[in-house]
């Protein structure tokens, strides 16, 4: 009889697992108090409680979201959807070409206020500097100077606004990091 009691506890406690695996729901009563419960709101008779929003400019808003296809196998594709995040005036996307890595917490939310800035200006033009090619004494270029150099930085040009036509640049240093293209100050 015990080992019957006991096999039916084990496979009532079994039962009732899944349900509390759920964690615990934050819920609003009918006199607006937050409720912290492991059963569903609506079978306590409350409303189920939104997480409260980080304040702006804290580090849960700044968070970064850098997605496979931003990855640029080369200068141009880093260079083309560079200028199409600029364009789209989407920092979001701006921020999926910067390399993040080796950067606090404190230096990525300045490096995103900046991005923001940026992003947030109209665009004129954005183009790869290149090296400056060797010249010889006679003013030609060196042989070994005849294959094209590699891109070095991206220069953004932008107007300081709509109002201003001053205009703002921009230069971002490249850098290769694991088999991608990325942008640094």
């Known amino acids: 009889m015990r080992l019957i009691l006991l096999a039916t506890l084990v496979l009532l406690a ?9 964690g615990v729901h934050r819920c609003v009563d009918a006199h607006g108090e937050a409720v912290f419960t492991d059963q569903r709101c609506e079978d306590i008779g409350a409303a189920v409680r939104p997480e409260p929003a980080p304040p702006f ?3 849960a808003t700044q ?4 997605h496979v296809h931003d990855c640029a196998r080369t200068t141009d594709d880093l260079h083309n959807g560079l200028e199409a995040a600029l364009a789209a005036h989407d920092v ?9 890595a080796g950067i606090s917490s404190a230096g990525s939310a300045d490096i995103l206020k900046r991005l923001q800035a940026i992003a947030d200006r109209p665009l004129a033009t954005v183009h790869l500097v290149r090296a400056h090619q060797p010249i010889d004494a006679n003013g030609f270029q060196t ?7 590699r891109a070095s930085a991206i220069e953004v040009v932008q107007t300081r606004s709509t109002n201003d036509p001053t205009p703002a640049r921009t230069e971002f240093a490249l850098t290769a990091y694991m088999g991608c293209w990325w942008i640094r100050f």
Do not use: C, D, K, T
């Open 92 to 100: 979001n996307r701006i921020a999926g070409f910067y390399q993040w």
């Open 63 to 66: 968070r970064v979201h850098v």
């Open 143 to 149: 042989l070994a100077s005849a294959q094209p150099s």
């Open 57 to 59: 400019g804290s580090a």
């Open 14 to 22: 079994a039962i009732a697992l899944p349900a509390r695996a759920e």
